[in-house]
C-alpha cells in the first residue's frame, strides 16, 4: 500500500508510506491509490502528508500536479503538509510553490482549512 487515507472534520487526510518515490512503479501504484481515495471522498479539502518521504523524482511532480488539477476539478482544495527542506527546495526551483499550498505540518494545514474567516 502506498498510502494510508482517513476521514476527520470534514478532510481527507491522505499519508504517503514511501520515503523513495523514484522507481516508476511505485509511482505509478501512488497515483492510482491517490486517485482512488480522491475519487471515492465527498470531502472538500485534501491534506497529503509527506513526512515519510525524503527523495521524490520529477516524475512525482508531475504526478503532483495532476492530483492538483484532479481535485480542483472536483472543487475541493489540496494542502500539502511536513514536505522535507529539500523536497521544498526543488519546489521553489520549478515554482510549484507557487500552484500548491504547503503547510509545515498536519496540525497547521487542518487548522488553515478549519479557519474561519470574518464572514464566517
Do not use: C, H, W
Amino acid at each position: 500500500m502506498a498510502i494510508t487515507s482517513a476521514i476527520r472534520d470534514g478532510i481527507l487526510f491522505v499519508q504517503i508510506e514511501d520515503s523513495r518515490l523514484l522507481d516508476e512503479a511505485k509511482i505509478q501504484k501512488l497515483e492510482q491509490e491517490l486517485d482512488a481515495a480522491i475519487d471515492a471522498s465527498t470531502e472538500p479539502r485534501v491534506i497529503l502528508d509527506f513526512s515519510k518521504v525524503q527523495f521524490m523524482s520529477s516524475s512525482m511532480l508531475g504526478k503532483l500536479v495532476k492530483t492538483q488539477k484532479k481535485v480542483t476539478g472536483y472543487k475541493a482544495k489540496m494542502k500539502l503538509a511536513n514536505v522535507s527542506p529539500d523536497i521544498q527546495e526543488v519546489f521553489k526551483i520549478t515554482r510549484l510553490d507557487k500552484l500548491f499550498s504547503i503547510e509545515p505540518d498536519v496540525e497547521s494545514a487542518r487548522k488553515a482549512f478549519l479557519k474561519k474567516g470574518f464572514f464566517g
